[in-house]
């Protein structure tokens, strides 16, 4: 079955550090992939996608490209700031042809970025 | 409403009592999904809803959880007979439709501990 596996947190980092966030996947067909966010209190958000292969998805100085060859969509920002700490969830859906377009998510990844 | 919404935002129960959970999705958005989250742990798909009817229950831990979803809208959760290791943020997430091109939109989600 589908599968996706990140790092493992918490991640502590200093402000204007560079942040990386592994996340590598198993999936048969070509699934399309997603890093949602959840900020404290808040509910979970999109934060970028990426639909096929070599796509890069952006958003809020995050970027994460989809590297098929080594099955993997690790999400980056060049310089991170305190209003980036939160939960960060790696995704992957649409990997066969079944109806919907449910989610499978890693098990998150929390991020501390201090002043 | 501007965003999906889900109550009660939190349910205590005894060990053993039924519970129901409800979503309300984003006005027409056909496709709705539940997922939980337990404790450090990603969340887990439990059904799909494309309008009434539910293609995919594949997610379901056990004959104790049923779903259903009335007039392409809201959408109730029912536990049976609840056990501790149901304890867990109970989401809900609707789209456009049943596609990868379709963001899916988090509600805040249900905190149920079974005591």
């Known amino acids: 079955g589908n599968s996706v596996t990140q790092m493992e947190g918490p991640v502590t980092l200093s402000e204007e550090a560079f942040l990386t966030i592994n996340c590598t996947y198993t999936a048969t067909g070509y699934p399309s992939l997603f890093w949602y966010v959840q900020y404290p209190g808040e509910g979970l958000q999109l934060l970028l996608k990426a639909t096929k292969a070599d796509d890069k998805g952006s958003n809020k100085g995050f970027e994460a490209t989809y590297r098929k060859e080594t099955t993997s969509f690790h999400l980056e920002k060049g310089s991170v700031q305190v209003s980036d700490s939160a939960v960060y969830f790696c995704a992957l859906s649409g990997a066969r042809k079944a109806a919907g377009n449910k989610l499978t998510f890693g098990g998150g990844t929390r991020v501390l970025v201090k002043p | 409403g501007a965003g999906v919404s889900q109550s009660p935002s939190n349910k205590v129960t005894e060990k053993g009592k039924d519970v129901e959970l409800r979503c309300d999705p984003i006005?027409?958005?056909?496709?709705l999904y539940w997922y939980r989250q337990r404790l450090g742990q990603g969340l887990e798909f439990l059904i799909y809803f494309q309008g009434n009817s539910a293609p995919d229950k594949s997610g379901l831990p056990s004959d104790r959880f049923s779903a259903e979803r009335t007039g392409e809208s809201v959408s109730t959760l029912t536990i049976q007979r609840t056990q501790q290791e149901d304890s867990a943020v109970y989401l809900c997430?609707?789209?456009?439709?049943?596609?990868?091109?379709?963001?899916?939109?988090f509600g805040p989600g249900t905190r149920l501990t079974v005591l």
């Open positions: 997430a609707s789209s456009f439709s049943g596609t990868s091109l379709n963001e899916q939109f």
């Open positions: 006005s027409g958005h056909t496709a």
